[in-house]
T-cell receptor
Framework: SQQGEEDPQALSIQEGENATMNCSYK?????LQWYRQNSGRGLVHLIL?????REKHSGRLRVTLDTSKKSSSLLITASRAADTASYFC????????FGTGTLLAVQP | DAGVIQSPRHEVTEMGQEVTLRCKLI?????LFWYRQTMMRGLELLIY????????DSGMPEDRFSAKMPNASFSTLKIQPSEPRDSAVYFC?????????????FGPGTRLTVL
């Protein structure tokens, strides 16, 4: 399967803590994207990192990409209750292939 | 600017009935994607269009599913006849570029229940 794996499947932390989610894949990619989905809503794009980039920041988000290990991580710093959502990585080959997601719960 | 618009937001129908889901792209976007999301299978790409032309329909489950893009801003996904296993949330997404790998903007989804 091209889907690869995301871990953990679920993560529960306290407000103010950092959250790290990981994504692994099996085939070469053009880029890798992270999306957030709040319960009952559509996905929202967070960040795109190209295959020739190693790290990217956007506000409290930090994404890394290691193409040699075929893996990426999303770090959310100083988490807030409003960060509670499912987070998906999407591998871009000739289309986007979404992983199964990590359910993040941030306790106030 | 309005985002991707989907209708209806909820649909409950009986097995065997025809279901039509609708999507309006963000103005100026060139690519349109239909996804299906279930607990068991996650988020699956059904079909995508570039400049109104279907590019990849390998994810369309079977002949009961069909998608059209009659103009640059509007698309429909039809299921005929519907079956209980079609119950899912269906998302439409659009992208500015004419390709399948750039940022996608998702609609709010249509929750379909087939009884």
């Amino acid at each position: 399967s091209q889907q690869g794996e995301e871990d953990p499947q679920a993560l529960s932390i306290q407000e103010g803590e950092n959250a790290t989610m990981n994504c692994s894949y099996k085939t070469s990619i053009n880029n890798l994207q992270w999306y957030r989905q709040n319960s009952g809503r559509g996905l929202v794009h967070l960040i795109l990192i190209r295959s020739n980039e190693r790290e990217k920041h956007s506000g409290r988000l930090r994404v890394t990409l290691d193409t040699s290990k075929k893996s990426s991580s999303l770090l959310i710093t100083a988490s807030r209750a409003a960060d509670t959502a499912s987070y998906f990585c999407a591998r871009a080959t000739n289309k986007l292939i979404f992983g199964t997601g990590t359910l993040l719960a941030v306790q106030p | 600017d309005a985002g991707v618009i989907q209708s209806p937001r909820h649909e409950v129908t009986e097995m065997g009935q025809e279901v039509t889901l609708r999507c309006k792209l963000i103005s100026g976007h060139n690519s349109l994607f239909w996804y299906r999301q279930t607990m068991m299978r996650g988020l699956e790409l059904l079909i995508y269009f570039n400049n109104n032309v279907p590019i990849d329909d390998s994810g369309m489950p079977e002949d009961r599913f069909s998608a059209k893009m009659p103009n640059a801003s509007f698309s429909t996904l039809k299921i005929q006849p519907s079956e209980p296993r079609d119950s899912a949330v269906y998302f439409c997404a659009s992208s500015l570029s004419s390709g399948g790998t750039d940022t996608q903007y998702f609609g709010p989804g249509t929750r379909l229940t087939v009884l």
